[in-house]
């Protein structure tokens, strides 16, 4: 199944069904969107079939679809640049779809050939190319998702999938823009426990996490640091991102051990730290650990990482009514290093050391 080559049939939008692009300086994040996306769907009895490339737009669901009920569903963020000589290329792309798939496999769906489906994405970029960005900063960001559409009440696996793929041009995902944030610790909520979901990207994840963001929000912060489930004292993650702590000489990230994303971006930049011989640590740390290397002054800087703001300094935390600011508020040098070096290599500005860019058409 898995192997299976698709067959990708091609419906190009009227020109009715053309939108107006929208200023380049004035994206947003996730407000627009291209023209085109791509979808399939899944049964017991096809396999993935009915796969194409249309114009968006919306579906039509029954109201038992499982997706509505059980919250079978999955997703991915990754992006397109636009590079020298107007080249457009993805970042890790077959990273995205291999983690979907390790997805698929936790929430009982059904995975998908990824090589196929890189091909359809490949597609689906150079028809809407027109798209991807060219001012700093922005991209095009590219959302594959499955949902599970049997309509049926009943706790069980669905019987049936769609799988697509939307598109938007963006600009930064924080309003900060690569200034740094002010993170709130959250100590009352918890976001993923051992044996549970939280290496999924599975939209219950991130609806679980809406109460805590707005409370954190509420009192002036951009984003939430979680603690671990069990004792409330390990640094886990930062919302919808990894998070980097520099301590003295050593460049600090927890572990994947079950409860966070293993994010791409982090990956990349464990990778990118070791090519230049910084000390890193997958390690577990606490909050109080933190807290006392900044009393010490060997706390450096703050970062978290992610597809949607890549290298996010952290200016500020705050922690049981306890507030510190982190390199006098400023960006750190090693988050102004990745930044600089990830935006260079994903624009093909920069020798591709690990063969982490595909070009697209």
Request: net charge neutral; glycine share 8%; aromatic share 10%.
């Amino acid at each position: 199944m898995l192997n299976k080559e698709l067959e990708v049939t091609l419906h190009k939008a009227a020109d009715s069904q053309l939108k107006t692009k929208p200023d380049q300086n004035r994206l947003g994040f996730g407000v627009h969107f291209t023209d085109h996306m791509f979808v399939m769907h899944w049964n017991r009895e096809l396999g993935w079939h009915n796969a194409e490339i249309c114009a968006y737009r919306n579906f039509s669901l029954d109201p038992a679809a499982m997706v509505f009920h059980y919250g079978q569903e999955i997703f991915e963020g990754l992006k397109a640049y636009r590079g020298k000589d107007n080249q457009i290329l993805l970042f890790r792309p077959m990273d995205n779809l291999n983690r979907m798939n390790a997805s698929a496999l936790r929430m009982c769906m059904p995975r998908f050939p990824v090589h196929e489906i890189l091909k359809a994405m490949k597609a689906l970029v150079y028809l809407d190319r027109e798209w991807v960005p060219a001012s700093d900063g922005a991209t095009l960001y590219l959302r594959p998702t499955m949902i599970a559409t049997e309509a049926s009440l009943g706790l069980k696996p669905s019987s049936k999938y769609t799988f697509f793929i939307i598109m938007c041009p963006v600009g930064a995902y924080y309003a900060e823009g690569f200034n740094p944030v002010r993170i709130y610790v959250e100590d009352t909520y918890v976001r993923a426990v051992p044996g549970g979901v939280g290496e999924a990207k599975t939209g219950g994840n991130y609806a679980a996490s809406v109460k805590a963001l707005t409370e954190a929000q509420q009192k002036g912060y951009a984003q939430v640091l979680w603690l671990d489930a069990i004792e409330r004292k390990y640094v886990e993650e930062i919302g919808t991102s990894n998070i980097f702590i520099v301590i003295d000489d050593e460049l600090i990230t927890p572990p994947l051990a079950g409860t966070i994303l293993p994010g791409i971006t982090r990956n990349s930049v464990l990778q990118l730290a070791r090519d230049r011989g910084i000390k890193t640590s997958e390690r577990r740390i606490t909050i109080d650990e933190l807290f006392q290397a900044q009393e010490n002054g060997s706390l450096k800087e703050v970062f978290s990482t992610g597809t949607a703001a890549v290298i996010s300094p952290v200016g500020e935390l705050c922690y049981k009514d306890q507030v510190i600011s982190i390199n006098q508020g400023k960006p750190g040098e090693l988050s102004m290093l990745f930044f600089n070096e990830l935006q260079a290599m994903q624009r093909g500005q920069r020798e591709d050391r690990h063969n982490w860019l595909v070009r697209v058409g």
